[in-house]
Nanobody, 122 residues
Framework: VQLQASGGGLVQPGGSLRLSCAAS????????MRWYRQAPDKERELVASITSGGSTNYADSVKGRFTISRDDAKNTAYLQMNSLKPGDTAVYYCNADLSYSYNYARRQGTYWGQGTQVTVSS
């Protein structure tokens, strides 16, 4: 099982980016998908999460600006980030709780993507 995050880059304040997190492997189901971020000299923080039923939660700092969504047919989660601020600059990581097949057995685990850099600067 692997998670591949993509979509980061350099954007001006007020701009937008869309991050993607694609899960691959012998995946049976994905329960919760999350986006975290970690800025230099700061702890990793939870930005947004979405359950298999579509329930979402957001950090107060991104409410109204970021939207998390998922496409279960593609085993992919997205983070649409609008009205970006310099304070949003960080490495963004995706995370998922999922079930997968291994040696004909159903197993569960939590996996992380490799991170994608988001820089908001003029």
């Amino acid at each position: 099982v692997q998670l591949q995050a993509s979509g980061g880059g350099l954007v001006q304040p007020g701009g937008s980016l869309r991050l993607s997190c694609a899960a691959s492997g012998r995946i049976l189901s994905i329960n919760v998908m999350r986006w975290y971020r970690q800025a230099p000299d700061k702890e990793r923080e939870l930005v947004a999460s979405i359950t298999s039923g579509g329930s979402t939660n957001y950090a107060d700092s991104v409410k109204g600006r970021f939207t998390i969504s998922r496409d279960d047919a593609k085993n992919t989660a997205y983070l649409q980030m609008n009205s970006l601020k310099p304070g949003d600059t960080a490495v963004y990581y995706c995370n998922a709780d999922l079930s997968y097949s291994y040696n004909y057995a159903r197993r569960q685990g939590t996996y992380w993507g490799q991170g994608t850099q988001v820089t908001v600067s003029s």
